[in-house]
């Protein structure tokens, strides 16, 4: 696979140009010349080689030579909802669940949050998002949504609902869409908890361990999207 760049817009055969961080990271960082091949993405689910024609300071010229449509999704559904854990934590949570194929996700704001979810953070989680996918070969971008307050959100979801909490057993996996909800260090209040099991929410158990954020919503990605193999 060579390497990929994101293109923020419409993307077919012919000509296009990089401009911002990406014309940036292919020029100064890459150092690529005209005559060397990328592969440019736009979240579409396709991925398109492309050959540089010319480099400039602010801006690389491609001409995109082919339309490819590789299959590296799981399938269906995978819906991550996780308070946010401190510092580059955060970043590291982003970057493995759009690597194990998490659809959408929605960092959570709950009784005992410390990280404050705002839309700001969100912007910085989507490029966390479009990195990592230029890594692991993705061509659909995982979905941010804006922060949620957790007692007003768990009410109106729909479909199958898991909350983790410690415990033994791993719960039943299925090949199907599931929201999985993270809380913060610490847990999720009792309150909250009965709050979403009376609303629909399942428990779902990752192990007798008490787990980090991060880890937690790792292992529930691993967990439930590696039930395509099956």
Known sequence: MSDRFYFDGPLGPGEVTLTG????HASAVRRFEPGDAMTLFNGDG?????RIMEVAKKRVVVRITGVESPDREIGFPLHIASAL?????G?????????LGVTE????????????????????????????SKQCGRNVLMEVHPPAVWRHWCLHQTGRRLIAQPGNGIGQIARAGVTIAIGPEGGFTDQETEKA???????????????????AAVAAAVLFGSARQS
């Open 105 to 132: 996700f929605t960092p959570l704001v709950t009784e005992r949050t410390v990280v404050k979810a705002t839309e700001t953070k969100a912007d910085k989680l989507r490029r966390a998002v479009i990195e990592a």
């Open 197 to 215: 099991v009376e609303a629909g929410w399942e428990l779902l158990s990752l192990g007798p361990r008490i787990l980090r954020v991060e880890t």
């Open 91 to 99: 970043d590291f949570l982003i970057e493995k669940l759009a690597e």
């Open 21 to 24: 961080a990406e014309a940036h």
């Open 46 to 50: 396709r991925e398109y080689p492309a």
């Open 85 to 89: 854990p401190k510092g580059d934590r």
